[in-house]
């Protein structure tokens, strides 16, 4: 129950954001890493993502 529960948020602590960028397309928003295990490093790499994407010039 405890890894349950533990898995359970730092999921989410991603859920919000990334529901809010796929709706709004602000790429500006961060989600909370909180710790960097697996769960961590995952929103790491997700927020590093975002922000290529957000300094990438659209394409024409």
């Given at each position: 129950?405890?890894?349950?529960?533990?898995?359970?948020?730092?999921?989410?602590?991603?859920?919000?954001?990334?529901?809010?960028?796929?709706?709004?397309?602000?790429?500006?928003?961060?989600?909370?890493?909180g710790?960097?295990?697996?769960?961590?490093?995952?929103?790491?790499?997700?927020?590093?993502?975002?922000?290529?994407?957000?300094?990438?010039?659209?394409?024409?």
């Amino acid at each position: 129950m405890h890894i349950a529960r533990g898995i359970g948020r730092g999921l989410g602590g991603i859920e919000a954001p990334t529901a809010s960028m796929r709706t709004s397309l602000e790429l500006t928003r961060t989600a909370r890493a909180g710790r960097m295990d697996e769960i961590g490093r995952t929103v790491a790499a997700l927020d590093a993502a975002v922000a290529i994407a957000a300094a990438t010039p659209p394409l024409s």
